[in-house]
């Protein structure tokens, strides 16, 4: 695991924009898994950016986002479908035909969305890149402490946890899911290169149980550690309890000088 500390959230954003760049140049057809929530939104905003300069371009990407919401159509305002449509996909030159969420639409069975899901991400030969955020409690997706390891696509009950940390998105009346479809740890695992971003002092214990603590269910994104290509960005206050900080950044630095800023 490459764990790299940086000044602020600014930094992290320009980290994460820079590597899902050097990708899609490398590779037009690049299958990018996304996540929603407050933590990639500046990168997306770089990445929008880097687009409108013809920096990149989309057209020919593939997404798969990690989790959606079930119980909410796919054009109400607080579905994922409708968060990554705002920060993201309108803004680009990505075909939406190819851009997947694990939507399950009225009347139709979850079991079958999530079956589904995974032969579409198969179909398409798997993520290149997977954009995840961390929660509070060490989730990765929708994967709450306790969560197999092994997990595939399925549905999940949110813990009380997660649904209070995001309880900040929604009006005070507004109906709040409790229940979603997320891809499984085992499904994360399979992508080729994880970017893994976390910001803030909120996620300073998660942050450490994840790189430094035991390889644990009670916490989800330490099977990160199993993983051979993920790449931690971090913000001071997000990595201020790794005991290690000392050495992740001698190693970045020395890594930066061996092969030049063009490693992403
Ligand atoms: C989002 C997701 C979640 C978030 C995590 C952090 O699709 O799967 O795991 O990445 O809850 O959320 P923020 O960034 O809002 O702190």
């Known amino acids: 695991m490459e764990v790299i500390i940086l000044k602020d959230a600014d930094e992290v954003a320009e980290g994460g924009a820079r590597r899902v760049c050097a990708l899609i140049r490398q590779n037009r057809n690049a299958v990018l898994g996304l996540a929603t929530g407050t933590t990639p939104v500046a990168m997306y905003g770089k990445l929008i950016s880097a687009c409108r300069i013809g920096e990149i371009s989309f057209s020919e990407v593939t997404t798969f986002n990690l989790d959606e919401y079930l119980g909410l159509a796919p054009d109400h305002p607080q579905s994922y479908r409708s968060f990554m449509q ?10 939406t035909d190819n851009t997947y969420l694990p939507t399950c639409r009225a009347g139709t069975d979850p079991e079958t969305v999530c079956r589904l899901y995974e032969e579409q ?26 969560s197999s390891l092994a997990s595939r696509t399925r549905v999940k009950t949110l813990s009380e946890h997660t649904v209070a940390d995001n309880s900040r998105l929604f009006e005070p009346n507004e109906y709040q899911p409790s229940l979603a479809i997320t891809m499984g740890v085992a499904t994360i695992m399979e992508a080729r290169r994880i970017l ?21 269910s009670r916490c989800p994104a330490s099977a990160l550690q199993l993983h051979q290509r993920v790449t931690v960005l971090l913000d001071e206050a997000a990595g201020s309890e790794l005991e290690s900080q000392g050495y992740y950044k001698r190693a970045h630095e020395q890594n930066t000088e061996l092969l030049g800023a063009s490693n992403f």
């Not at 214990?205 to 603590?213: C, D, F, P, T």
């Open 86 to 95: 705002r920060q993201l996909f309108e803004h680009i030159d990505i075909d």
């Open 121 to 146: 991400i198969k179909s398409v030969g798997g993520i290149d890149m997977q954009i995840l955020g961390i929660g509070s409690n060490g989730h990765i997706g929708f994967n709450e402490p306790m």
């Open 196 to 216: 893994l971003l976390a910001t803030g002092p909120h996620k300073a214990r998660a942050v450490r149980e994840m790189i430094e603590g035991s390889v644990t």
